[in-house]
């Protein structure tokens, strides 16, 4: 079952920069952006399941008192989605588990509070992974419900797919936010480590757990970045003079990638070099075929330790699956999660190095196409790399796989390069919709 063709000049399927513009310019006010949104849930979650909670009077009022607020906010009347992750106090925060149902945090996460101030509409929260690992929600994929959206941030990425929100919150711990974004057609964007501020954010492994966004354009996902970090405006021209040095990294994880994603892959190089980027091959160095299984052993380690609580006291009520990872990872050693963490940081160290003369390094973002059955969300082992590298991340949409459905590619770039990353990325999304125009 594809998902319905959909007529353009509805409001919720702008994407958020034009929808901002016309906001700005009068033509469309934040009530009648969240209304169209609205009323796609309306029509579409019982296929998709992308919703925790959502209070339709709630988010129409939040959208009023913006549209009676003077001009200014950089996310003015944009709709927003929350990965049921993120503390948010007037909304129920469950993190994935039956332990927190109904759970009201005592305050927001940063981002959400820095969204409000930016004047973004909180329009609810989106179905997260438990604790956001393995262990699957009810979202279905838009493309096709009889397949997964990917994980954790399952909700998000499938309500950014299906219209229903032009902007939504995830997080990446290993492939949280690309991995779903590869799956669901959209743009999904883990930045550097602590790029984006995370308090509020309910903890997995604290060395890679990183706020992640969603949005249909690459373009709307940098300006969604610059009204959270704080830095310059990040606002990408659509009229790119890229002269871009690409790496094409398949990575040690390559045998992994069926021939879809090797197709999506070689088919992005090949196109980004007839557009005048240059194309290379890169391989890493030997350090780089430990990184997954490094990563791995830490993200265990650490979530065995951050769900400490609900192991100890709950655990009747904690999936089988993330209990199992847990005892995983509470069985290493000190001296295995050292030396895993020693991998890590050798192969950042070597980064620099393999990417001398590169901007971007072009890798799968998944195996493949989403994967039948909702229950497990998909590899994430193209994700791991770049998960422990910190740097930033990009899923870039645009492809497709024998069945249709979207095979995304990713861009990687080096630690707090990600204004660069971001421009590249905006260009080759335009490349790769040129292909299917």
Request: charged residues 20%; aromatic residues 6%.
């Amino acid at each position: 079952m594809e998902c319905p063709i959909l007529n353009l000049a509805k409001a919720n399927e702008l994407s958020a920069l034009d929808a901002l513009r016309r906001i700005e310019d009068g033509s469309l006010t934040a009530t009648a952006l969240t209304g169209a949104c609205l009323e796609r849930i309306a029509e579409r979650e019982d296929t998709v399941g992308a919703w925790k909670f959502i209070d339709p009077e709630m988010a129409r009022k939040a959208a009023q008192a913006v549209d009676a607020r003077p001009a200014g906010g950089k996310l003015r009347g944009l709709p927003v989605a929350v990965k049921d992750l993120f503390d948010t106090a007037d909304m129920p925060t469950g993190y994935g588990s039956p332990i927190y149902d109904g759970c009201r945090p005592a305050s927001d996460a940063a981002t959400v509070s820095l969204t409000r101030a930016a004047d973004g509409v909180i329009l609810g929260k989106t179905v997260t992974t438990e604790f956001a690992y393995f262990n699957p929600g009810k979202t279905a994929n838009p493309h096709n419900p009889a397949h997964t959206p990917g994980g954790s941030s399952s909700g998000s990425a499938a309500a950014v797919a299906d219209f229903m929100v032009p902007l939504a919150f995830g997080s990446q711990t290993v492939g949280s936010t690309i991995r779903p974004a590869s799956f669901c057609g959209v743009v999904g964007y883990k930045p550097s480590y602590r790029l984006i501020d995370r308090t509020g954010v309910r903890p997995l492994a604290d060395i890679f757990d990183t706020v992640g966004l969603f949005a249909r354009d690459v373009a709307d996902i940098a300006h969604f970045a610059s009204a959270l970090n704080g830095r310059a405006n990040w606002r990408i021209d659509e009229a790119f003079d890229v002269r871009a040095r690409i790496g094409l990294c398949r990575t040690p994880e390559w045998s992994e990638a069926d021939q879809d994603t090797r197709t999506a892959l070689e088919t992005a190089a090949r196109l980004a070099a007839e557009g005048g980027a240059t194309v290379k091959d890169i391989t890493l160095p030997k350090i780089f075929n430990r990184l997954s299984e490094a990563q791995g052993v830490i993200v265990d380690y650490q979530a065995a330790t951050s769900a400490a609580y609900e192991l100890t006291f709950c655990r009747d009520r904690v999936s089988k699956s993330f209990a199992e990872r847990a005892d995983v990872g509470a069985a290493y050693t000190f001296e295995q999660f050292d030396q895993a963490l020693t991998t890590v940081t050798e192969a950042q160290a070597a980064l620099d190095s393999a990417m001398d003369g590169i901007d971007v390094l072009l890798c799968p973002s998944a195996p493949g196409e989403a994967p039948l059955g909702l229950d497990a969300t998909g590899s994430p082992v193209f994700n791991r790399l770049g998960t422990a590298l910190q740097g930033p991340c990009l899923n870039v949409p645009g492809l497709t796989g024998q069945t249709g459905m979207p095979v995304g590619v990713q861009l990687m770039g080096r630690i707090n390069d990600d204004r660069q990353t971001l421009t590249v990325g905006a260009w080759l999304q335009t490349i790769l919709r040129a292909l299917s125009d």
